[in-house]
Protein backbone atom coordinates (compact mmCIF):
# COMPACT_ATOMS: atom_id res chain seq x y z
CA UNK A 1 0.00 0.00 0.00
CA UNK A 2 1.31 2.89 -1.44
CA UNK A 3 1.67 6.30 0.83
CA UNK A 4 1.46 10.10 -0.05
CA UNK A 5 4.62 11.80 0.67
CA UNK A 6 4.64 15.04 2.94
CA UNK A 7 4.70 18.64 1.20
CA UNK A 8 7.19 21.02 2.18
CA UNK A 9 4.82 22.83 3.98
CA UNK A 10 3.29 20.29 6.06
CA UNK A 11 6.88 19.23 7.28
CA UNK A 12 7.73 22.64 8.21
CA UNK A 13 4.17 23.15 10.40
CA UNK A 14 5.72 19.41 12.04
CA UNK A 15 9.13 21.13 13.05
CA UNK A 16 7.23 24.63 14.66
CA UNK A 17 5.34 22.01 16.81
CA UNK A 18 8.04 20.36 17.91
CA UNK A 19 9.89 23.15 18.87
CA UNK A 20 6.66 24.84 20.70
CA UNK A 21 6.11 22.00 22.86
CA UNK A 22 9.65 22.01 24.00
CA UNK A 23 10.29 24.27 27.32
CA UNK A 24 11.82 27.18 27.10
CA UNK A 25 15.62 28.20 28.82
CA UNK A 26 16.28 31.89 29.95
CA UNK A 27 19.11 33.61 28.52
CA UNK A 28 21.25 33.47 31.36
CA UNK A 29 24.65 34.76 30.71
CA UNK A 30 23.74 37.93 29.59
CA UNK A 31 22.66 38.62 33.59
CA UNK A 32 25.93 37.31 34.85
CA UNK A 33 28.32 39.21 32.38
CA UNK A 34 26.03 41.90 33.49
CA UNK A 35 25.97 41.43 37.08
CA UNK A 36 29.73 40.67 37.39
CA UNK A 37 30.27 44.12 35.25
CA UNK A 38 28.20 45.94 37.71
CA UNK A 39 30.12 44.64 40.84
CA UNK A 40 33.40 45.34 39.25
CA UNK A 41 31.75 48.82 38.86
CA UNK A 42 30.81 48.86 42.48
CA UNK A 43 33.80 47.72 43.76
CA UNK A 44 35.62 50.46 41.33
CA UNK A 45 34.02 52.98 42.55
CA UNK A 46 34.42 51.81 46.15
CA UNK A 47 38.39 51.39 45.43
CA UNK A 48 38.27 55.19 44.11
CA UNK A 49 36.89 56.25 47.10
CA UNK A 50 38.89 54.37 49.76
CA UNK A 51 42.35 54.90 47.39
CA UNK A 52 41.08 58.83 47.34
CA UNK A 53 40.46 58.17 51.21
CA UNK A 54 44.00 56.85 51.72
CA UNK A 55 45.85 58.76 48.87
CA UNK A 56 44.38 62.37 51.18
CA UNK A 57 45.28 60.84 54.21
CA UNK A 58 48.98 60.17 52.88
CA UNK A 59 49.08 63.79 51.67
CA UNK A 60 47.82 64.68 55.13
CA UNK A 61 50.62 62.71 57.11
CA UNK A 62 53.33 64.59 54.50
CA UNK A 63 52.29 68.10 54.68
CA UNK A 64 51.85 67.83 58.89
CA UNK A 65 55.28 65.79 58.88
CA UNK A 66 56.88 68.74 57.00
CA UNK A 67 55.46 71.25 59.27
CA UNK A 68 56.97 69.57 61.94
CA UNK A 69 60.27 69.59 60.54
CA UNK A 70 59.99 73.29 59.99
CA UNK A 71 59.34 73.18 63.89
CA UNK A 72 62.72 71.64 64.53
CA UNK A 73 64.38 73.80 62.98
CA UNK A 74 62.76 76.83 64.97
CA UNK A 75 63.25 74.47 68.23
CA UNK A 76 67.23 74.44 67.13
CA UNK A 77 67.20 78.12 66.58
CA UNK A 78 65.81 79.65 69.91
CA UNK A 79 67.65 76.65 71.94
CA UNK A 80 70.80 78.15 70.66
CA UNK A 81 69.63 81.54 70.95
CA UNK A 82 68.69 80.82 74.39
CA UNK A 83 65.25 81.54 74.12
CA UNK A 84 63.83 78.37 75.79
CA UNK A 85 60.19 79.87 75.86
CA UNK A 86 60.12 80.19 71.71
CA UNK A 87 61.57 76.63 71.98
CA UNK A 88 59.01 75.60 74.02
CA UNK A 89 56.23 76.70 72.07
CA UNK A 90 58.12 75.65 68.65
CA UNK A 91 58.03 71.79 70.43
CA UNK A 92 54.97 72.31 71.14
CA UNK A 93 53.85 72.65 67.56
CA UNK A 94 56.08 69.84 66.69
CA UNK A 95 54.39 67.81 68.83
CA UNK A 96 51.29 68.66 67.78
CA UNK A 97 52.02 68.21 63.83
CA UNK A 98 53.57 64.78 64.39
CA UNK A 99 50.63 63.64 66.59
CA UNK A 100 48.00 64.76 63.37
CA UNK A 101 50.95 63.05 60.97
CA UNK A 102 49.87 59.59 63.33
CA UNK A 103 46.20 60.22 63.63
CA UNK A 104 46.09 60.59 59.43
CA UNK A 105 47.80 56.75 59.17
CA UNK A 106 44.37 55.69 61.09
CA UNK A 107 41.18 53.87 60.50
CA UNK A 108 39.96 50.87 58.57
CA UNK A 109 40.27 52.67 55.15
CA UNK A 110 44.32 52.42 55.85
CA UNK A 111 44.43 49.57 57.71
CA UNK A 112 42.24 48.00 54.32
CA UNK A 113 45.09 49.43 52.35
CA UNK A 114 47.73 47.99 54.16
CA UNK A 115 46.54 44.36 53.30
CA UNK A 116 47.13 45.03 49.34
CA UNK A 117 50.05 43.86 47.62
CA UNK A 118 52.77 46.12 46.65
CA UNK A 119 51.10 49.53 47.98
CA UNK A 120 50.15 48.02 51.29
CA UNK A 121 54.34 47.85 52.16
CA UNK A 122 54.22 51.39 51.39
CA UNK A 123 51.75 52.78 53.47
CA UNK A 124 53.04 50.88 56.22
CA UNK A 125 56.70 52.22 55.89
CA UNK A 126 54.71 55.79 55.80
CA UNK A 127 52.85 55.32 59.42
CA UNK A 128 56.07 53.72 60.67
CA UNK A 129 57.37 57.25 59.84
CA UNK A 130 54.91 59.23 61.17
CA UNK A 131 55.10 57.08 64.55
CA UNK A 132 58.98 57.60 64.46
CA UNK A 133 58.81 61.00 64.13
CA UNK A 134 56.28 61.35 66.94
CA UNK A 135 58.17 59.68 69.44
CA UNK A 136 61.36 61.94 68.04
CA UNK A 137 59.00 64.75 69.04
CA UNK A 138 58.17 63.80 72.67
CA UNK A 139 61.71 61.64 73.17
CA UNK A 140 64.02 63.69 71.61
CA UNK A 141 62.70 67.50 70.74
CA UNK A 142 60.71 67.98 73.53
CA UNK A 143 63.44 67.45 75.83
CA UNK A 144 66.17 69.28 73.83
CA UNK A 145 63.80 72.27 73.38
CA UNK A 146 64.52 72.13 77.49
CA UNK A 147 68.47 72.90 77.12
CA UNK A 148 69.79 75.82 79.17
CA UNK A 149 73.16 76.45 77.17
CA UNK A 150 73.50 79.04 79.94
CA UNK A 151 74.74 76.03 82.18
CA UNK A 152 77.67 75.75 80.20
CA UNK A 153 78.81 79.78 81.20
CA UNK A 154 81.48 80.23 83.14
CA UNK A 155 80.62 83.64 85.29
CA UNK A 156 82.90 85.46 87.40
CA UNK A 157 85.46 82.63 87.01
CA UNK A 158 82.86 80.17 88.06
CA UNK A 159 80.80 77.21 85.95
CA UNK A 160 78.56 75.12 88.19
CA UNK A 161 78.86 71.34 87.85
CA UNK A 162 75.30 70.74 89.19
CA UNK A 163 73.89 72.38 86.46
CA UNK A 164 76.02 70.02 83.88
CA UNK A 165 74.65 67.15 85.38
CA UNK A 166 71.17 68.14 84.79
CA UNK A 167 72.28 68.74 81.09
CA UNK A 168 73.84 65.39 81.13
CA UNK A 169 70.56 63.63 82.11
CA UNK A 170 68.44 65.45 79.15
CA UNK A 171 71.06 63.84 76.68
CA UNK A 172 70.94 60.89 77.90
CA UNK A 173 67.06 60.90 77.67
CA UNK A 174 67.73 62.68 73.93
CA UNK A 175 70.49 59.74 73.07
CA UNK A 176 68.03 57.33 74.22
CA UNK A 177 64.83 58.25 72.13
CA UNK A 178 67.05 58.48 68.88
CA UNK A 179 68.34 54.66 70.06
CA UNK A 180 64.82 53.29 70.28
CA UNK A 181 64.22 55.70 67.02
CA UNK A 182 66.66 54.38 64.60
CA UNK A 183 65.81 50.68 65.62
CA UNK A 184 62.00 51.34 65.05
CA UNK A 185 62.78 52.71 61.86
CA UNK A 186 65.26 49.60 60.56
CA UNK A 187 62.03 46.92 61.26
CA UNK A 188 60.73 48.63 58.02
CA UNK A 189 61.38 46.29 54.84
CA UNK A 190 62.62 48.01 52.45
CA UNK A 191 62.73 45.40 49.45
CA UNK A 192 59.11 46.23 48.21
CA UNK A 193 58.72 50.09 48.59
CA UNK A 194 58.69 52.45 45.86
CA UNK A 195 61.32 55.32 45.16
CA UNK A 196 60.36 58.17 47.26
CA UNK A 197 58.94 55.99 49.79
CA UNK A 198 61.98 53.93 50.27
CA UNK A 199 64.07 57.54 49.68
CA UNK A 200 62.41 58.94 52.59
CA UNK A 201 62.69 56.02 55.12
CA UNK A 202 66.23 56.03 54.12
CA UNK A 203 66.85 59.32 54.61
CA UNK A 204 65.66 59.65 58.21
CA UNK A 205 67.47 56.62 58.94
CA UNK A 206 70.82 58.36 57.43
CA UNK A 207 70.01 61.53 59.43
CA UNK A 208 69.31 59.71 62.63
CA UNK A 209 72.68 57.62 61.95
CA UNK A 210 74.02 61.18 61.71
CA UNK A 211 72.87 62.65 64.95
CA UNK A 212 73.79 59.87 66.89
CA UNK A 213 77.29 60.58 67.26
CA UNK A 214 76.11 63.77 68.48
CA UNK A 215 74.72 63.03 71.01
CA UNK A 216 76.68 60.11 72.36
CA UNK A 217 79.67 62.21 72.35
CA UNK A 218 77.77 65.12 74.20
CA UNK A 219 76.28 62.64 76.56
CA UNK A 220 79.97 60.91 77.52
CA UNK A 221 81.33 64.88 77.19
CA UNK A 222 78.90 66.16 80.18
CA UNK A 223 78.82 62.48 81.96
CA UNK A 224 82.80 63.16 83.04
CA UNK A 225 82.70 67.28 83.33
CA UNK A 226 81.11 67.43 86.25
CA UNK A 227 84.29 65.18 88.07
CA UNK A 228 86.59 67.64 85.72
CA UNK A 229 85.36 71.07 86.90
CA UNK A 230 86.34 69.91 90.56
CA UNK A 231 82.85 68.24 91.68
CA UNK A 232 84.91 65.44 93.81
CA UNK A 233 88.07 67.80 94.96
CA UNK A 234 90.37 69.93 93.18
CA UNK A 235 91.82 69.06 89.88
CA UNK A 236 94.82 70.99 88.34
CA UNK A 237 95.51 71.26 84.69
CA UNK A 238 98.22 72.68 82.87
CA UNK A 239 97.65 74.74 80.05
CA UNK A 240 100.69 74.54 77.30
CA UNK A 241 101.39 77.51 74.50
CA UNK A 242 102.80 76.51 71.61
CA UNK A 243 104.57 78.74 69.40
CA UNK A 244 104.06 77.65 65.47
CA UNK A 245 106.56 80.44 64.39
CA UNK A 246 109.30 77.76 65.65
CA UNK A 247 107.99 74.89 64.01
CA UNK A 248 107.76 71.52 65.98
CA UNK A 249 105.65 68.25 64.77
CA UNK A 250 103.16 68.93 67.57
CA UNK A 251 102.27 72.67 66.36
CA UNK A 252 105.72 74.71 67.96
CA UNK A 253 107.69 75.37 70.72
CA UNK A 254 106.14 75.14 73.86
CA UNK A 255 107.46 78.31 75.85
CA UNK A 256 104.43 79.07 77.88
CA UNK A 257 102.42 77.43 80.72
CA UNK A 258 99.50 78.23 82.83
CA UNK A 259 98.60 76.38 85.54
CA UNK A 260 94.93 76.22 86.47
CA UNK A 261 93.18 74.87 89.53
CA UNK A 262 89.82 73.75 89.38
CA UNK A 263 87.31 73.06 92.49
CA UNK A 264 83.55 72.60 92.59
CA UNK A 265 83.44 74.45 89.23
CA UNK A 266 86.06 77.41 90.44
CA UNK A 267 88.59 78.12 88.30
CA UNK A 268 91.65 79.83 89.51
CA UNK A 269 94.78 80.50 87.68
CA UNK A 270 98.01 80.23 88.83
CA UNK A 271 101.49 82.13 88.20
CA UNK A 272 102.68 81.98 84.24
CA UNK A 273 105.98 79.37 83.65
CA UNK A 274 108.15 80.19 80.92
CA UNK A 275 110.84 78.14 79.23
CA UNK A 276 113.24 80.13 81.29
CA UNK A 277 112.36 78.68 84.67
CA UNK A 278 113.04 75.70 83.49
CA UNK A 279 116.92 76.19 84.58
CA UNK A 280 118.77 73.07 83.34
CA UNK A 281 118.15 73.89 79.43
CA UNK A 282 121.09 71.62 77.56
CA UNK A 283 121.52 69.22 80.59
CA UNK A 284 124.15 66.37 79.89
CA UNK A 285 121.18 63.74 80.26
CA UNK A 286 117.89 63.84 79.48
CA UNK A 287 115.68 64.70 81.71
CA UNK A 288 113.27 61.21 81.41
CA UNK A 289 114.20 58.09 79.63
CA UNK A 290 113.71 58.35 76.06
CA UNK A 291 112.19 56.29 73.51
CA UNK A 292 114.87 54.78 71.57
CA UNK A 293 113.06 54.99 68.41
CA UNK A 294 112.19 58.56 68.98
CA UNK A 295 115.66 59.13 69.73
CA UNK A 296 116.84 57.67 67.12
CA UNK A 297 114.61 60.14 64.39
CA UNK A 298 114.92 63.58 66.50
CA UNK A 299 118.55 62.54 68.59
CA UNK A 300 118.08 62.71 72.59
CA UNK A 301 117.54 66.82 72.79
CA UNK A 302 113.95 66.16 73.32
CA UNK A 303 114.69 65.14 76.56
CA UNK A 304 117.58 68.17 77.10
CA UNK A 305 115.74 71.30 76.01
CA UNK A 306 112.14 71.82 76.55
CA UNK A 307 112.05 74.01 73.21
CA UNK A 308 112.54 70.50 72.02
CA UNK A 309 109.83 67.58 73.57
CA UNK A 310 107.23 69.00 71.05
CA UNK A 311 109.45 67.45 68.11
CA UNK A 312 107.64 64.03 68.92
CA UNK A 313 104.50 63.46 67.30
CA UNK A 314 102.95 61.89 69.84
CA UNK A 315 101.50 63.70 73.20
CA UNK A 316 101.77 60.81 75.73
CA UNK A 317 105.52 60.99 74.81
CA UNK A 318 105.75 64.89 74.76
CA UNK A 319 103.57 65.25 77.99
CA UNK A 320 105.89 62.42 79.75
CA UNK A 321 108.98 64.32 79.21
CA UNK A 322 107.59 67.58 80.32
CA UNK A 323 106.58 66.12 83.32
CA UNK A 324 109.60 65.35 84.61
CA UNK A 325 110.90 68.86 83.99
CA UNK A 326 108.21 70.57 85.81
CA UNK A 327 108.54 67.86 88.47
CA UNK A 328 112.29 68.62 88.65
CA UNK A 329 111.84 72.66 88.26
CA UNK A 330 108.18 73.49 89.35
CA UNK A 331 106.82 70.57 91.57
CA UNK A 332 103.52 71.04 91.56
CA UNK A 333 101.12 68.65 90.49
CA UNK A 334 99.18 67.91 87.39
CA UNK A 335 96.25 65.98 86.66
CA UNK A 336 95.72 67.05 82.59
CA UNK A 337 97.93 69.05 79.83
CA UNK A 338 95.73 71.21 77.09
CA UNK A 339 97.72 72.42 74.15
CA UNK A 340 96.59 75.16 72.60
CA UNK A 341 98.14 77.74 69.77
CA UNK A 342 98.10 80.88 68.70
CA UNK A 343 95.53 80.15 66.02
CA UNK A 344 93.25 78.79 68.53
CA UNK A 345 93.36 81.85 70.79
CA UNK A 346 92.54 83.78 67.10
CA UNK A 347 89.47 81.41 67.06
CA UNK A 348 88.41 81.80 70.86
CA UNK A 349 88.91 85.74 70.54
CA UNK A 350 86.23 85.35 68.15
CA UNK A 351 83.74 84.19 70.70
CA UNK A 352 84.76 86.55 73.72
CA UNK A 353 85.29 89.67 71.52
CA UNK A 354 88.93 91.78 71.57
CA UNK A 355 90.60 92.07 74.86
CA UNK A 356 93.47 94.70 76.33
CA UNK A 357 96.12 93.80 77.57
CA UNK A 358 98.38 95.04 80.61
CA UNK A 359 100.87 96.34 78.30
CA UNK A 360 97.68 98.53 76.26
CA UNK A 361 97.93 95.94 73.04
CA UNK A 362 94.58 95.18 71.69
CA UNK A 363 94.15 91.33 71.10
CA UNK A 364 90.96 90.43 68.57
CA UNK A 365 90.46 87.33 66.21
CA UNK A 366 92.14 89.21 62.91
CA UNK A 367 95.50 90.19 64.21
CA UNK A 368 96.25 87.17 67.45
CA UNK A 369 98.09 85.60 65.28
CA UNK A 370 100.17 88.26 63.47
CA UNK A 371 100.93 89.91 66.79
CA UNK A 372 101.61 86.87 68.72
CA UNK A 373 103.65 85.20 66.34
CA UNK A 374 105.64 87.60 64.58
CA UNK A 375 104.94 91.50 65.50
CA UNK A 376 105.41 91.44 69.24
CA UNK A 377 109.22 90.51 68.52
CA UNK A 378 109.31 93.81 66.72
CA UNK A 379 107.43 95.46 69.17
CA UNK A 380 109.30 93.88 72.29
CA UNK A 381 113.01 93.13 71.10
CA UNK A 382 113.84 91.48 74.38
CA UNK A 383 112.99 88.54 76.51
CA UNK A 384 112.08 89.73 79.72
CA UNK A 385 109.44 92.24 78.21
CA UNK A 386 107.75 89.46 75.29
CA UNK A 387 107.72 87.26 78.46
CA UNK A 388 105.19 90.14 80.11
CA UNK A 389 103.59 90.37 77.29
CA UNK A 390 103.00 86.87 76.63
CA UNK A 391 101.59 86.11 80.57
CA UNK A 392 99.52 89.34 79.93
CA UNK A 393 98.00 88.16 77.00
CA UNK A 394 97.47 84.24 78.86
CA UNK A 395 96.07 85.95 82.01
CA UNK A 396 93.43 88.80 79.88
CA UNK A 397 92.28 86.12 77.54
CA UNK A 398 91.67 83.60 79.97
CA UNK A 399 90.12 86.12 82.04
CA UNK A 400 87.69 86.86 79.04
CA UNK A 401 86.92 82.88 78.92
CA UNK A 402 86.13 82.59 82.84
CA UNK A 403 84.39 86.24 82.50
CA UNK A 404 80.96 84.50 80.68
CA UNK A 405 81.60 87.03 78.15
CA UNK A 406 82.02 84.51 75.46
CA UNK A 407 79.01 83.04 73.89
CA UNK A 408 78.96 78.85 74.71
CA UNK A 409 77.91 77.95 71.19
CA UNK A 410 80.79 80.04 69.38
CA UNK A 411 83.12 78.94 72.22
CA UNK A 412 82.42 75.44 71.49
CA UNK A 413 82.53 76.06 67.47
CA UNK A 414 86.05 77.62 67.98
CA UNK A 415 87.41 74.41 70.28
CA UNK A 416 86.20 71.61 68.05
CA UNK A 417 87.60 73.60 64.98
CA UNK A 418 91.24 74.16 66.93
CA UNK A 419 90.53 70.05 67.28
CA UNK A 420 89.95 69.42 64.40
CA UNK A 421 92.97 71.06 63.03
CA UNK A 422 95.34 69.60 65.43
CA UNK A 423 95.38 72.57 67.34
CA UNK A 424 94.02 71.79 70.85
CA UNK A 425 95.24 68.71 72.14
CA UNK A 426 94.26 66.88 75.39
CA UNK A 427 95.96 64.34 77.70
CA UNK A 428 94.76 63.58 81.25
CA UNK A 429 95.06 61.23 84.53
CA UNK A 430 91.52 60.21 84.34
CA UNK A 431 90.99 56.89 82.36
CA UNK A 432 87.34 57.92 81.32
CA UNK A 433 88.23 61.55 80.19
CA UNK A 434 91.29 60.14 78.09
CA UNK A 435 88.76 57.74 76.48
CA UNK A 436 86.71 60.24 74.92
CA UNK A 437 89.38 61.58 72.98
CA UNK A 438 90.84 58.21 71.46
CA UNK A 439 91.19 58.16 68.42
CA UNK A 440 90.71 61.71 67.33
CA UNK A 441 93.53 64.68 66.69
CA UNK A 442 92.68 65.58 69.98
CA UNK A 443 94.79 62.79 71.37
CA UNK A 444 97.99 63.78 69.91
CA UNK A 445 98.41 60.01 68.73
CA UNK A 446 98.26 58.48 65.22
CA UNK A 447 96.29 55.37 64.97
CA UNK A 448 98.08 52.21 65.97
CA UNK A 449 96.94 50.65 62.59
CA UNK A 450 94.96 51.71 59.29
CA UNK A 451 92.50 49.31 59.78
CA UNK A 452 89.65 51.62 59.99
CA UNK A 453 91.71 54.78 59.28
CA UNK A 454 95.26 55.44 57.06
CA UNK A 455 97.44 57.89 58.00
CA UNK A 456 99.93 59.82 56.71
CA UNK A 457 102.62 62.31 58.84
CA UNK A 458 104.06 65.01 57.64
CA UNK A 459 105.63 67.08 60.50
CA UNK A 460 107.96 70.29 60.36
CA UNK A 461 110.67 71.01 63.14
CA UNK A 462 112.32 74.16 62.81
CA UNK A 463 116.16 73.94 62.83
CA UNK A 464 117.22 77.57 62.80
CA UNK A 465 116.71 78.42 66.41
CA UNK A 466 114.52 80.77 65.30
CA UNK A 467 110.61 82.47 64.64
CA UNK A 468 111.33 81.99 60.99
CA UNK A 469 108.52 79.02 60.75
CA UNK A 470 106.28 82.01 60.60
CA UNK A 471 107.13 82.84 56.76
CA UNK A 472 106.49 79.50 55.59
CA UNK A 473 103.74 78.06 53.92
CA UNK A 474 102.97 74.04 53.16
CA UNK A 475 100.74 72.05 50.72
CA UNK A 476 100.04 68.40 51.03
CA UNK A 477 98.61 65.85 48.16
CA UNK A 478 98.40 62.67 49.06
CA UNK A 479 97.07 59.00 47.55
CA UNK A 480 97.02 55.24 48.91
CA UNK A 481 96.28 52.13 46.96
CA UNK A 482 96.23 48.54 48.54
CA UNK A 483 100.17 48.30 48.33
CA UNK A 484 101.36 52.77 47.81
CA UNK A 485 100.90 55.96 50.04
CA UNK A 486 102.19 58.53 48.29
CA UNK A 487 102.48 62.40 48.58
CA UNK A 488 103.73 65.59 47.55
CA UNK A 489 104.58 68.12 50.13
CA UNK A 490 105.60 72.00 49.03
CA UNK A 491 106.93 73.83 51.02
CA UNK A 492 106.87 77.82 50.49
CA UNK A 493 108.50 80.44 51.85
CA UNK A 494 107.49 84.11 52.06
CA UNK A 495 110.74 85.81 53.55
CA UNK A 496 111.98 88.58 50.64
CA UNK A 497 115.51 89.30 51.11
CA UNK A 498 114.14 92.91 52.11
CA UNK A 499 112.23 91.77 54.71
CA UNK A 500 114.95 89.34 55.88
CA UNK A 501 117.62 92.48 56.24
CA UNK A 502 115.62 93.91 59.12
CA UNK A 503 114.47 91.15 61.02
CA UNK A 504 115.06 91.48 65.10
CA UNK A 505 116.86 89.24 66.90
CA UNK A 506 114.69 86.47 67.95
CA UNK A 507 113.02 85.89 64.66
CA UNK A 508 116.49 85.73 63.01
CA UNK A 509 117.80 83.53 65.18
CA UNK A 510 121.65 82.68 65.89
CA UNK A 511 122.63 79.92 63.55
CA UNK A 512 121.98 80.75 59.95
CA UNK A 513 121.65 83.75 57.49
CA UNK A 514 118.75 85.98 57.76
CA UNK A 515 117.47 84.88 54.56
CA UNK A 516 117.74 81.10 55.03
CA UNK A 517 115.41 78.92 57.13
CA UNK A 518 116.64 75.16 57.64
CA UNK A 519 113.56 72.98 58.42
CA UNK A 520 113.86 69.34 59.11
CA UNK A 521 110.67 67.35 57.76
CA UNK A 522 109.72 64.23 59.35
CA UNK A 523 107.36 61.50 56.80
CA UNK A 524 105.69 58.68 58.85
CA UNK A 525 103.73 56.12 56.47
CA UNK A 526 101.59 53.71 56.97
CA UNK A 527 101.65 50.91 59.39
CA UNK A 528 103.79 48.25 58.52
CA UNK A 529 104.66 49.28 55.73
CA UNK A 530 108.25 50.80 54.36
CA UNK A 531 109.70 53.57 52.63
CA UNK A 532 110.13 53.59 49.00
CA UNK A 533 111.92 56.46 47.70
CA UNK A 534 111.75 60.19 48.86
CA UNK A 535 113.32 63.40 46.38
CA UNK A 536 113.80 66.53 46.65
CA UNK A 537 113.19 68.91 43.97
CA UNK A 538 112.82 66.09 41.45
CA UNK A 539 116.25 64.64 42.97
CA UNK A 540 116.59 61.65 45.71
CA UNK A 541 117.98 62.40 48.56
CA UNK A 542 119.06 59.63 51.52
CA UNK A 543 117.28 60.61 54.69
CA UNK A 544 119.45 62.32 57.59
CA UNK A 545 117.48 59.57 59.81
CA UNK A 546 114.88 57.09 59.66
CA UNK A 547 113.72 53.33 60.89
CA UNK A 548 110.47 52.70 62.65
CA UNK A 549 108.70 55.04 65.47
CA UNK A 550 105.09 54.52 66.22
CA UNK A 551 104.93 51.70 64.73
CA UNK A 552 105.32 53.26 61.11
CA UNK A 553 108.65 53.88 59.14
CA UNK A 554 109.63 57.07 59.36
CA UNK A 555 112.28 59.42 57.80
CA UNK A 556 113.60 63.40 58.30
CA UNK A 557 115.37 64.79 55.79
CA UNK A 558 116.19 68.73 55.73
CA UNK A 559 114.49 71.50 53.55
CA UNK A 560 116.72 74.74 52.93
CA UNK A 561 114.46 77.54 52.29
CA UNK A 562 116.78 80.50 51.03
CA UNK A 563 114.29 83.72 50.82
CA UNK A 564 111.22 83.65 49.15
CA UNK A 565 111.48 79.95 47.13
CA UNK A 566 109.67 76.83 47.25
CA UNK A 567 110.94 73.19 47.28
CA UNK A 568 108.87 70.25 46.36
CA UNK A 569 109.46 66.80 48.43
CA UNK A 570 107.62 63.59 46.94
CA UNK A 571 107.10 60.51 49.04
CA UNK A 572 106.55 57.04 48.43
CA UNK A 573 105.32 54.59 50.87
CA UNK A 574 104.99 51.02 50.44
CA UNK A 575 101.74 49.50 52.30
CA UNK A 576 101.30 46.47 53.61
CA UNK A 577 97.91 45.87 52.33
CA UNK A 578 93.98 47.25 52.07
CA UNK A 579 93.60 50.03 54.30
CA UNK A 580 91.16 52.78 55.76
CA UNK A 581 90.44 55.67 53.70
CA UNK A 582 93.58 58.06 53.82
CA UNK A 583 94.22 60.97 56.01
CA UNK A 584 97.21 63.47 56.57
CA UNK A 585 97.82 64.23 59.85
CA UNK A 586 100.57 67.02 60.19
CA UNK A 587 102.17 70.44 61.79
CA UNK A 588 99.73 73.21 62.37
CA UNK A 589 101.42 75.74 61.19
CA UNK A 590 100.67 79.81 61.54
CA UNK A 591 97.72 79.37 58.18
CA UNK A 592 96.27 76.81 57.41
CA UNK A 593 97.71 74.18 55.42
CA UNK A 594 95.39 73.00 52.09
CA UNK A 595 95.59 69.06 52.03
CA UNK A 596 94.38 66.85 48.80
CA UNK A 597 93.25 63.11 49.23
CA UNK A 598 93.07 60.94 46.34
CA UNK A 599 91.15 57.63 46.37
CA UNK A 600 93.66 56.17 44.10
CA UNK A 601 97.16 57.26 42.41
CA UNK A 602 97.87 57.96 38.90
Known amino acids: MSSTPPSRREIRDR???????????????????????????????????????????AM???????????????????????DLDAAAKSSGVVSAQTAAAVAATKGWQWHFAEKLPVVGSNLSAVRAVAEVTDGLATDVVRPAASVKLSDLNIANGRIDPAAITGLAKTFDSVDAGIQRATADLRKVDKAQLVGPVADGV???????????????????????????????????????????SEARSLGGNAAQFLPITVDNGTITPGAVVSSADFRQQGRPDPVAELDPQAVNIFGDKIGRYTPDFTMVPNLPDAARILRAWWASDIGTNIDAVLSIDPVTLSYILDATGPVTLATGDQLNAQNAVPLLLNEVYFKYPNGPEQDAFFASAADTIFAAVTSGKASPVKLVQALFRAADEGRLLYLSTDPQ????????????????????????????NDNTGSKKSYYLDMKIDACRTDQTVKSTMTLTSSLTEQAAAGLPPYIKGPYFAPGD???????????????????????????????EHLGRPAAK?????????????????????????????????????????????K
Open 557 to 601: IEVLSHYADTHTVNVEFTAPGPGGPLKVWTTPMSRATPTTVEPIC
Open 433 to 460: QTQLVDNSRMSGIMPADDKEQSVLGVYL
Open 517 to 547: ISSYVVFYGPAGGSLKSITVDGQPVTPMSQG
Open 60 to 82: SARGHLEAAMTGVQQVQKSVLAG
Open 15 to 57: QAERLESRPRRRRIWPWIVGGVLLLLIVLAVAGGIIGKQVYDK
Open 202 to 244: SKLDSELTKLRPTTQTAREVLGVLPDALGAKGPRTYLLMFQGN
